[in-house]
């Protein structure tokens, strides 16, 4: 410590006869320790009790500015090893004032190019933060807008390499998903309509048979019912099939629909499926007509009765309706009989048609018993 040096240095000083004197840098050398300032000893009462160690005392002092006054003491040996006491007192307001052109003090400056150093450094850090996120950030929100009908367009350029080659593994992606999509929806459109002409041959041929031999021998018979019942639920999967490969935002044309007839009508051709199984059939319905997607609550109501009428082994179906809604209540098969069934495609096509149409579905199972019950706004 600088201080430190020059007070031991002053402890050489002091002029030979004199009791006490003052150097040039301020230090006050004492022979004795009653010659030391009054001042300074009261905030030192005691002489050092160690030769050579600074003691320092600060009055009004904070980290920003210089304390108002500070007491420094010291007992070093001299040259001829007599003890000489060294102290210094500097207080600020006694010094002359500053000029005006002098500023501010040096500690707030220094506190302030501080500060100022700390801001900058933080908006840089920011600045880069920021260079780095953007191109992020909009990755993240291109990736979430994309959609099939934006694949055509290249992804935009997001600044980094690994940031472009990330986007464009993911427009690959979409696009590998749009193409089978594509594939899958011509396969399902070219697969419904080709069936249409061979079912509705078939069908057509069935009637013209019962035309030409209308009392068939009962083998016969039971071939004849067996073509007719094969040929209407193939009606029933193309109608599926074709239903599928449809765009379910295109706004579908509704009618007057007399719900009673038509469940009846269902009912009726899908009544073969409850040939040779023991159960108990009960309907209950009330004449109603409501404005409904005909071609799509034909397909609803098709897949619900079937899906009935093919898991129940035995027991009873209810089919109920009023003007608002239809239930189907059946007896829910074994295990074993249900995983040789299954629902498959009915059931998916079901939950469909009733999201898009925003009607309500309800399935409860209670002792053994499916109950699905569809409620139409």
Not at 282 to 297: D, G, N, R, V
């Amino acid at each position: 410590m600088v201080q430190e040096w020059q007070m031991n240095q002053a402890a050489d000083l002091l002029p030979k006869g004199e009791i006490s004197s003052i150097t040039d840098f301020g230090y006050h050398v004492s022979r004795n320790w009653e010659d030391v300032p009054e001042e300074m000893k009261k905030v030192f009462p005691h002489p050092p009790s160690k030769q050579r160690e600074l003691q320092v005392h600060f009055e009004n002092w904070w980290y920003f500015a210089p304390p108002e006054k500070s007491y420094s003491l010291l007992s070093a040996p001299n040259q001829a090893g007599e003890i000489r006491y060294i102290s210094r007192i500097i207080d600020s307001k006694k010094k002359k004032a500053k000029p005006k052109h002098e500023g501010l003090d040096p500690m707030v400056i220094i506190a302030l190019w501080g500060l100022g150093s700390l801001a900058v450094f933080i908006g840089i850090i920011y600045i880069v933060l920021s260079n780095l996120a953007h191109p992020i950030q909009s990755l993240y929100n291109w990736a979430k807008n994309l959609n099939l009908k934006q694949t055509e367009v290249s992804p935009p350029d997001f600044q980094y390499e690994e940031l472009n080659q990330l986007a464009g593994i993911v427009h690959a992606s979409i696009q590998s998903v749009g193409r089978t999509l594509e594939r899958e929806k011509e396969f399902l459109g070219f697969a419904s309509h080709e069936l249409r002409t061979p079912i509705t041959t078939l069908r057509s041929n069935v009637t013209l048979l019962d035309k030409i031999s209308p009392a068939p021998s009962p083998k016969e018979r039971e071939v004849r019912d067996r073509i007719l019942r094969s040929s209407l639920t193939m009606k029933g999967i193309t109608e599926t099939l074709l239903w599928l490969s449809r765009d379910n935002k295109e706004e579908m044309h509704t009618s007057m629909v007399n719900i009673e007839d038509t469940l009846k009508q269902v009912i009726q051709e899908l009544e073969y499926l409850l040939s040779g199984k023991k159960t108990d059939m009960s309907i209950q319905t009330q004449s109603c007509s409501k404005h409904l997607p005909e071609a799509a609550f034909r397909i609803l109501i098709s897949n619900i009765i079937r899906n009935a009428f093919q898991h129940t082994t035995s027991g009873s179906i209810q089919v109920i309706q009023d003007s608002h809604c239809v239930q189907v209540i059946n007896t829910l098969p074994s295990e074993k009989a249900l995983s040789q069934t299954g629902f498959g495609l009915g059931l998916k096509l079901i939950k469909k048609l009733v999201k898009r149409f925003n009607w309500q579905l309800i399935e409860q199972e209670i002792n053994s018993t499916m109950k699905i019950t569809v409620i139409f706004n």
